[in-house]
């Protein structure tokens, strides 16, 4: 099961469009050993475009979208989660059992399979994979998903093609468990693992050659500020449903462009095939300028990404004014007025022309299995968040200015992506929403990397404007961010103190994870929502709509719900006549 990934350069969210049943599936289940996709024409080359270069292509410590849409293509899981309708599918693995308890996975590999440089893959490999993902030294962040229970899984290799993970505890996802954990070669990469160095294989300097997967794709070429270059990998497994050998494309490249702005020119002028993940305003240009006979302009609705406000909610500052502000932040009435006087409808029009969806509670309403319709959606009120902040002990003093019971005036500053400019337009409208309370915010702009260093490591800031792409759509994605031991538990990384609303989350989140009634599931994690909307821990702000532009003639491309976003049926993309390159 994934964990959820920060939002930096990417500003558009994914679209879920279906519910999925097996979502809820309990007891054995059996995987289907069906390995084919759809027809399409062999040849041409695809270019897409992104706003950032992959950090590092290891499968077992990529944090970054770029980075693990990169390996994606190079790699193959066991399963996989159906990036359009969020279903369990077969991958490496043909078939797979659960028993009903959901603790044992018996998986079986297909038969004959091979690596991008023709050698065969095994159970070793897989069992080499699932035990470096486990390994402290590594540093996976998957390393805590795998270790249900609090405790690793016991790994049984069977023979060449059957293997065995028994978990310490009732899982309730079953094999979600296994999406996006690739299978790596293990005679390269088995010695950086005894030596302690797999954490650091593999980086943006790696030849090339020396990268080995059992994806759809081979890396060819990459060039540092320019593109990344993929070609077929004769030896991928799936194939149509003519039985020819998958993927269609001879290459995918991928060009590298710092902004929204420089990608829509390169479409216009016809070097670009596809742009995903489009700042609403650069898709509604795009949308008036081009022709609908060359392109297909798609807006999938809103996604799975919640984009909110975080304050600092952490105790035990040094500094005498942290401290005071962080007293007021503590408080969920200061935090309940700071969520009403925000006005999501603005938002919304001024900063994504309409396409966004405004959200009050942190699982967007295209997440149909988990959303808590019933939940309500308080107005935009600055009346209502005056009543709170006075509750709280805030009153208006001279010029107009909010002061707190000792007549000092609160202001804080609020960090946001430099790169992002919805961020920054959303900034500059909440700090207008809290003038009109007498509250003073500051803007601090700040590179990704060094806002997420203030906020989960040094801890150093007041308020943030973030994001989160959850891993999958299923809850148990989102522990991370909720257990208050979570390495994504962003009000409060490493609490000295829990109050009894995040006690009560912890509870629920492990309880939903175990249980194996989809009922009492559904039930805990509504409980999650409501008590999230009650203290409002996430001041909670717009779910972003998916929006694509795809030159006409590519066949099968459907937006993926999930990573990879533009490229969740690479192996099946495919031109017909008019759209070869």
């Not at 077969?90 to 440089?117: K, Q, Y």
Request: a positive charge; one cysteine or more; hydrophobic letters at 40%.
């Amino acid at each position: 099961m994934k964990s959820p990934r920060w939002r930096g350069w990417q500003v558009a969210g994914l679209a879920l469009l279906a519910c999925v049943a097996s979502d809820f599936a309990i007891g054995a289940v059996a995987g289907s050993a069906a390995a084919s996709g759809p027809t399409g024409r062999f040849g041409g080359t695809l270019v897409v475009s992104q706003r950032a270069e992959p950090r590092t292509f290891n499968p077992f410590t990529a944090l970054d979208v770029p980075s693990r849409d990169a390996i994606r293509l190079l790699m193959a899981d066991l399963v996989s989660i159906d990036r359009s309708d969020l279903g369990t599918v077969p991958a490496l693995a043909e078939s797979w059992t659960i028993d009903p308890d959901r603790r044992t996975l018996d998986v079986v590999l297909r038969p004959g399979l091979r690596f991008s440089d023709g050698s065969p893959l095994t159970t070793d490999d897989v069992v080499f994979s699932l035990e470096a993902h486990l390994d402290p030294r590594v540093g996976s962040p998957q390393r805590e998903s795998l270790a249900v229970g609090g405790r690793p899984p016991r790994i049984v290799r069977l023979d060449e093609r059957r293997l065995r993970i028994e978990l310490a505890a009732t899982y309730a996802p079953g094999e979600r468990l296994l999406d996006s954990i690739f299978v790596v070669p293990r005679r390269l990469l088995e010695p950086r693992l005894r030596d302690g160095s797999l954490g650091t294989a593999w980086g943006p300097g790696t030849p090339v050659g020396e990268l080995v997967g059992a994806g759809p794709y081979r890396l060819q070429a990459y060039e540092p500020g320019k593109r990344l270059v993929y070609e077929r990998n004769p030896h991928y497994w799936k194939r149509d449903e003519g039985g020819r050998r998958l993927p269609f494309l001879d290459r995918i490249e991928i060009r590298f462009f710092g902004d929204a702005e420089s990608e829509a020119l390169q479409l216009r002028a016809g070097q670009i095939d596809l742009l995903a993940r489009l700042p609403a305003k650069t898709f509604s240009a795009l949308q008036q300028r081009l022709p609908a006979s060359r392109y297909r302009f798609q807006d999938a609705g809103p996604g799975l990404d919640y984009h909110f406000l975080v304050f600092n909610l952490g105790s035990g500052a040094t500094d005498a004014t942290q401290r005071r502000r962080q007293g007021w932040f503590r408080d969920p009435r200061f935090r309940r007025a700071v969520s009403q006087a925000a006005d999501r409808d603005a938002i919304v029009r001024l900063v994504y022309d309409g396409r966004a969806a405004p959200i009050w509670q942190p699982v967007s309403p295209a997440n149909r299995p988990w959303f808590d319709a019933s939940l309500p959606r308080p107005s935009h009120s600055i009346v209502a968040a005056r009543q709170d902040l006075a509750a709280a002990g805030f009153r208006v003093g001279a010029e107009g200015a909010l002061v707190d019971r000792d007549g000092v005036a609160v202001t804080f500053t609020l960090l946001a992506n430099s790169a992002n400019p919805q961020h920054l337009k959303i900034a500059a409208i909440l700090t207008q929403d809290l003038r009109s309370l007498g509250i003073g915010v500051q803007v601090v702009p700040l590179e990704f990397r060094s806002l997420l260093d203030r906020v989960l490591s040094r801890r150093d800031h007041d308020a943030a404007l973030m994001a989160l792409a959850p891993g999958d759509s299923d809850p148990a994605s989102e522990m991370n961010v909720w257990l208050s031991s979570g390495r994504s538990h962003v009000w409060d990384p490493q609490p000295a103190q829990n109050p009894d609303w995040q006690l009560e989350i912890d509870a629920l989140m492990r309880s939903q994870l175990v249980t194996t009634d989809p009922r009492q599931r559904r039930r805990a994690y509504q409980r999650v929502q409501q008590v999230a909307q009650r203290e409002m821990p996430l001041v909670c702000l717009v779910s972003p709509h998916m929006l694509t532009v795809v030159r006409r003639g590519l066949r099968n491309f459907r937006p993926g719900l999930l990573p990879p976003f533009a490229l969740a049926d690479a192996d099946v993309l495919s031109w017909d006549e008019n759209g070869t390159r």
